[in-house]
């Protein structure tokens, strides 16, 4: 199944003559809801690379590790699927910072496998320590 969004038709009125939700507004708001049940979260543990002294890397990570909701580490077991081509990142970021490095971006590379974008922009190398990213996608 795949979802792309649309913009509510702002231009119709939300009521009709009747008082009732346009048709319109309505099919707007059906597939606001079908899209929603394809929304999940994740908390992904990610160990990234040492980045050099003021430099740019582009790394790939693979998604093995999640917390459960009692925040235990769950090892992602064969087969599942976190990530995978057609999902679409709404959002990824670590749960804590980590000075001097920026992180511009994140795209899916495979099955539960990211490509991210950094920034070292300290004039040291930088090995971050493993941290938890929130992770949300799009299932497509």
């Known amino acids: 199944m795949s979802f792309e969004f649309q913009v509510p038709p702002l231009n119709d009125e939300l009521l009709n003559e009747d008082g009732l939700v346009s048709k319109e507004w309505e099919q707007w708001l059906v597939d606001l809801q079908v899209i929603q049940t394809e929304i999940v979260t994740y908390d992904v543990i990610v160990d990234l690379p040492s980045l050099a002294a ?36 709404l959002h990824f970021e670590a749960q804590s910072i980590t000075a001097n490095i920026i992180h511009h971006g994140t795209i899916i590379a495979s099955t539960n496998r990211l490509t991210l974008f950094l920034n070292n922009i300290s004039g040291g190398a930088i090995n971050p320590a493993s941290a938890t990213y929130k992770l949300v996608v799009l299932k497509g």
Do not use: F
Not at 55 to 66: G, K
Not at 67 to 85: H, R
């Open 54 to 89: 003021n430099s740019s890397l582009q790394t790939s990570v693979n998604i093995t590790q999640v917390l459960d909701k009692d925040g235990n580490t769950v090892t992602v077991p064969p087969g599942a699927i976190v990530v995978d081509l057609g999902y679409n990142i």
